[in-house]
């Protein structure tokens, strides 16, 4: 495989590479939220439960527009 070949698989590649991080990243900033909220207001596990769940609606949500994105 020459570097010409190389440089196009990296590149074909790259898109999906932070597709990972982006949706672990939106998951545990919504849950990281809703603790915070949770400590602030003493409303035990309920926030974080919906900071969670927020978090993964948007990480699909994300998920679901670069892919979309990606396969045009």
């Known amino acids: 495989m020459g570097s010409g070949a ?3 698989a990296v590149r074909d590649v790259a898109p ?3 597709i990972g ?3 672990a990243l939106t998951v545990l900033l919504g849950l990281g939220v809703g603790y915070w909220l949770d400590q602030r207001l003493g409303t035990g596990p309920w926030l974080l439960l919906v900071g969670g769940f927020l978090g993964m609606a948007l990480a699909f949500y994300q998920f679901f527009r670069t892919v979309a994105g990606l396969r045009k």
């Open 6 to 8: 190389w440089g196009t």
């Open 16 to 18: 999906y590479v932070g």
């Open 21 to 23: 991080t982006t949706l």
